[in-house]
Every structure is written in structure tokens, then in C-alpha cells.
């Protein structure tokens, strides 16, 4: 089967669920969407956020960019879909819970690495990436001389956190968060284990959320 053959099959699959099925779904949906989270995500294939998390049509608004990075609030009339996208989850349909989800073998976070942003990925990527620029200097000092895949891991869980700090610059944002209106949620997946893990601001660290299969 081609590829494509293979995505209308699939349109076709989810077609026959929620529209020749009793589903009502869709006819709950048609008029407005009120999903309850955003989660900002990885392009990455591997880490598809509504298959990921069991979501059906409607419960996630879902923000994918490479390296699943927030960039700070700058009121500089640029084109900012990432912004853009919070603003609207946050303001207009008042979500409340947002996640930033990270994964391991990050194809984003590895050209952040390993040429800082400024060497051969493509001049959209490097500048992307370098939102997460302090990242790569904090793991670079703190593991000087560890594994490349060490650095790797602890450099997409820190971008994760500097997500999470960027998000703050959104005043609006900020404001719903110290109402206690809003939630902020670091989660990191790796697929090599199958785990799920999630930061806690008490231990600092990203902690298992849900363990390996038994
Ligand atoms: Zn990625």
C-alpha cells in the first residue's frame, strides 16, 4: 500500500468510528471545542500527543513544533504560531491544564547540542533551537566529558523546564497560573523504555510518572 493509500484507509477507519458508528462525538463538537488541555509537542512521528495519551477528537489542543519548545512573549509584531496558539488555548478557551511534552532521541534538541544552534540543520531550525540555548550551556558545563546520550537526555529535559519558564513571560498566562486556574506540567516519554516522567518542582527532577510495562 502506498503511503497515502495508507492515510485515506486510516481517514477511512476513523470515518466509520465517528460518523457511521452511533458516535456523537462530532455532532457534540460541531459547534465549539472545549478541550480541557493544550499540550505542546514534538514533530517528531514517533510522539504523536493524542495517540500517545489515548485522546479522542475534541479533549486536546495541540501545539507541535520541532523540539516542543515555547518561545518567550515578545510584542514585536513577528509571526509567532506558537504564541499565537497558547493565547488562544489560554484566553479564549481557558484550558486548564498545559503540557509540555519532551521525548528522548530528539532530533531538535541533538542539532541544539551539538552545533549550538549554528551549524548545518537549516537556518529555520538553528534559530528555532537556540530558544533553548541555555540548555545547551547549563548541560554542556554541568556534564563536560559525560555520553553523549547522557547530555542528550538532560539537555531535552531542561529545554522542557525552559519551555515551562517561557510560558511565565505570557502576563495572562502567568496570572492564571498564580490563581491557581491554570497547571504547568513538564513530561518527558521515552519510547526506548516505554515510560512515562514527570517534573517535580519539589525534587527537581523529572520523576516517573508511569513505569515500564511489567
Ligand atoms: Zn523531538
Known sequence: MSDIAKFIFGFKRFQKDYFCA?????EDLREEQKPRALLIGCSDSR???????GCAPGDLFVVRNVANLVPPCEDDGGHHGVSAAVEFAVRSLEVEH??????CNCGGIKALLREGGGGHSGAFIDSWVNIAAKAREQVL?????SAPQVQERACEQAAILISLENLL???WLRKRVEAGQLYLHGWYFDFESGE??????????FELLVPRCA
Open 47 to 53: 510522539v504523536d500527543p493524542a495517540l500517545l495519551t
Open 196 to 205: 512515562l516522567f514527570s517534573y517535580l518542582p519539589e525534587t527537581q527532577h
Open 169 to 171: 513571560t505570557f502576563p
Open 22 to 26: 452511533d458516535s456523537t462525538v462530532f
Open 98 to 103: 498545559i503540557i509540555v511534552l519532551g521525548h
Open 141 to 145: 558545563t554541568d556534564l563536560a566529558g
